[in-house]
């Protein structure tokens, strides 16, 4: 085994979840409130803990290298499995689903899983907003497909358009131009609106921006610019490479004026800025310079059913034991009420009042490519 390998069981431990279906029956009710009232709408599902593109900032090649020890199929949830959480989730009052991993095209025969997705209703009977975020390399062979079982929309991650500066991040040598026949696909499919999202890091491709965003202004694709983020603990993260997303709006600005936009909805994590002329609009996501987490209203499942309440939590909560132990859905709904209504997560909004070595000292936090981003 490679000296470089985190595994599995330290990038995602978890408190038994069992002991929270014991508690005070907890009945759904359609509408589910943390400590902080921060309601649960938004459930991330992670399909796969594996990917084909070694992004530095996700999966780096020196750590998720050959003798890296992936899950064991037999420790995925089931589609079944995923669609019986989803349920529940529903009656609790998520109302958008988003399939992610790793790279979630991976999983084999994923149109299934969508078609079973695209049958749940909320509470109040409409179907949920069910959307996959992809790094794009299979897309243009699957999005017929993902559209015709009900999937709704898809965001791509594409860190650049210079053809060398993009096989440099992913790092396995796969060319921008099939990502962006990927997205084409994806538009002749009807799955739209289609969204683009661009990790910036300082010293890296920080070029990469104006082209981006003269490349899909007028195209109807919205795109958006995150801040590189201290996710995990392989990464590398440094707070110099971080270029604020306040500097990428301005040099936007300066050759394309723009205009802000309200948020479409709560809990929404981008800020939202229109071009002056009607060329569309993009966004910037800035959880390290101006944490959202006062309104976050995201959960994340992991592909072996651990719960997770934050992007950078270190500790999750296993549902698994519940679905293959004979729990009915009462029980289930109860422990993931009691989860939620016990949260306080808000790391992003805490990050900067700590020390250094405070964050040096913590827990190991889950990684990205576990639960999604």
Not at 72 to 77: K, N, Q, V, W, Y
Not at 267 to 279: F, L, M, S
Not at 304 to 319: N, P, T
Not at 342 to 353: F, I, W
Request: hydrophobic share 40%; aromatic share 6%.
């Amino acid at each position: 085994m490679s000296q470089h390998v985190v595994p599995v069981t330290e990038i995602g431990r978890s408190r038994p979840a069992a002991a929270m279906a014991g508690l005070a029956a907890m009945p759904a009710t359609g509408s589910l409130l943390d400590r902080l009232q921060r309601p649960l709408t938004d459930l991330r599902i992670s399909v796969t803990d594996r990917c084909n593109f070694r992004c530095s900032y996700c999966m780096p090649k020196e750590v998720f290298d050959k003798d890296y020890q992936y899950l064991p199929h037999s420790a995925l949830l089931s589609f079944e499995e995923i669609t019986r959480l989803a349920r529940l989730f529903a009656a609790h009052g998520v109302h958008k689903i988003r399939l992610t991993g790793g790279e979630p095209l991976l999983r084999k025969n994923l149109e299934v899983l969508v078609e079973q997705l695209a049958e749940l209703r909320t509470p109040d009977g409409q179907p949920l907003d069910l959307t996959l975020t992809t790094n794009g390399s299979l897309l243009a062979r699957k999005a017929r497909a993902l559209k015709a079982a009900g999937l709704r929309r898809v965001t791509v991650s594409l860190d650049g358009l210079d053809d060398a500066v993009f096989r440099r991040m992913n790092d396995v040598d796969f060319p921008v131009a099939e990502v962006l026949a990927g997205i084409e696909a994806a538009k002749a499919a009807g799955l739209g609106p289609i969204k683009v999202n661009m990790v910036v890091k300082r010293g890296t491709n920080e070029q990469e921006i104006l082209p981006m965003a003269r490349h899909f202004r007028g195209t109807g694709v919205v795109l958006r610019f995150i801040e590189y983020m201290d996710v995990g603990a392989t990464n590398g993260w440094r707070m110099d490479e971080v270029l604020p997303s306040a500097e990428v709006v301005r040099r936007i600005a300066e050759e394309f004026p723009l205009v802000p936009l309200d948020a479409t909805a709560p809990g929404e994590t981008a800020q939202r800025w229109a071009y002056e002329d009607g060329g569309g609009e993009i966004g910037v996501i800035s959880s390290v310079t101006q944490a959202f987490c006062h309104d976050c209203n995201r959960a994340r499942l992991s592909t072996e059913g651990r719960l997770y309440l934050c992007l950078f939590a270190s500790m999750g909560h296993d549902l698994r034991p519940l679905l293959r132990g004979g729990a009915d859905d009462a029980q289930i709904t109860s422990a993931i009420g009691h989860i939620w209504q016990g949260r306080s997560d808000r790391y992003s909004e805490l990050r900067a009042q700590r020390a250094p070595d405070v964050d040096a000292k913590a827990p190991r936090r889950v990684e990205m490519s576990y639960i999604g981003g």
